[in-house]
């Protein structure tokens, strides 16, 4: 049981076992050499940085895999000594510092490797992965001329290691596969122009590593699944295992009145009762990220669908309640509760956007619970 405490009735619950079997169950499914690289960034998209990755190498996966060298850092403080890839970019300058830390770069423009041999002067070798753009238009080398400069740049100095090289694709999670295969033949061509392969290569996202083998090389980076969601809606039919989302978001009444027909709730006075009724009050807003698009919305309450009422407060949400409830009575806005489910899904199509971007919306503000074996294992208050 962790240290930390929290004193407000909103929580997440993270269930680690579910992220180990997303993780568990594609390691059982890649051929043995191929590495598995558990993607954290963001703190781990919402579930808990040190708890996801910890949790990702225990079943299986060999490194983790982060957007920002400050994320990277965050990992080594606490206490995370497996390897660490920074998947976008980070200045030149800061080269030294990663090699002290032991974390591994992703580099891609030899002006990048020219600044950064000057401040590795006095330091450690410092680990890279050049990255490719084969098609995704966001960072890497496009040319053979490109990657060759940046190899021999890499190669020319020994405070370099040269570990790796990845792309991404852009469409491995649509039903449609011929841009996705102009990206693999284009990451195949660009690979023979190395004077030596570095030895991982990796391209795979969820998407590619659950529908296409071809493109393993000998790594994957497996994000959003790891939390047990589709990449896409239209994938969905072709998951070789059923996923197990590990995100639940739950909170408590802590008002609950009846009002009469005619009264009004919430800013704007938009919500007016039509007959008397009873509304409950739940510590959980927009700075939370349960953002005021969600008004409407339905949230689980005693084992039943209950409808937001008015306009979401920055601290507070309002919802109809079906008849008088106790004070404290348990409210699920994601996650299971009896037999109904609001999955992370049904929140994103409410919001008309991606899965990804929920689970990462959830503030700081919401501590979140680990729960392993049925029991809380940790608990992690964001504000202290
Ligand atoms: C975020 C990210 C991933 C993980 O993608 P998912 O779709 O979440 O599996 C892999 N590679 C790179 C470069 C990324 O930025």
């Not at 704007?268 to 005021?292: F, M, N, Q, S, V």
Request: glycine fraction near 8%.
């Amino acid at each position: 049981m962790g240290a930390q405490q929290f004193y407000r009735d909103t929580w997440a619950e993270i269930n680690l076992d579910n992220i180990y079997y997303n993780v568990e169950s594609l390691k059982k499914i890649l051929p043995e050499k191929v590495v598995l690289f558990a993607v954290v960034k963001a703190n781990a998209y919402g579930h808990g940085d040190i708890q996801a990755a910890r949790t990702a190498i225990s079943a299986g996966a060999s490194y983790a895999a982060v957007a920002l060298l400050d994320e990277a850092i965050a990992l080594r403080k606490k206490g995370f000594t497996e390897p660490v890839l920074v998947l976008g970019t980070s200045r030149p300058e800061n080269a030294a510092l990663a090699a002290e830390y032991d974390i591994t770069l992703t580099v891609f423009q030899k002006e990048w490797i020219d600044k950064a041999k000057e401040c590795l002067k006095e330091s450690k070798p410092v680990k890279l992965h050049m990255k490719v753009d084969s098609g995704m238009g966001r960072i890497g080398v496009k040319t053979k001329e490109e990657l060759k400069d940046v190899e021999s740049a890499i190669r020319e100095n020994s405070c370099f290691y040269l570990e790796g090289v990845f792309t991404h694709f852009a469409t491995a999670d649509e039903s449609d596969k011929t841009y996705f295969n102009q990206q693999l033949a284009s990451f195949n061509e660009l690979l023979e122009s190395f004077e030596q392969r570095p030895e991982l290569v990796h391209a795979s996202n969820s998407a590619a590593s659950f529908r296409y083998p071809e493109s393993y090389f000998n790594g994957v980076r497996l994000g959003i699944s790891m939390y047990g969601l589709s990449p896409s809606r239209e994938i969905e039919t072709e998951l070789p295992y059923p996923l197990k989302e590990a995100f639940s978001l739950r909170t408590r009444l802590v008002h609950v009145k009846e009002i009469k027909s005619g009264e009004k709730v919430g800013y704007g006075a938009t919500y007016e009762a039509k007959a008397p009724e009873w509304i409950g009050t739940l510590p959980i807003g927009y700075a939370d990220g349960w953002i005021r698009k969600l008004r409407g919305k339905e949230v689980l309450v005693d084992g039943k669908r209950v409808q937001i009422a008015g306009r979401i407060c920055m601290d507070q949400t309002m919802i109809k309640l079906p008849n008088h409830l106790p004070l404290g009575t348990e409210v699920t806005l994601i996650g299971r509760q009896g037999n109904e489910f609001i999955s992370v899904n049904e929140i994103a199509d409410e919001l008309e956007t991606i899965n990804y971007e929920i689970t990462c919306m959830m503030s700081n503000r919401i501590p979140r619970v680990y729960i392993q074996g049925g029991q809380i294992v940790e608990v992690v208050n964001g504000l202290f």
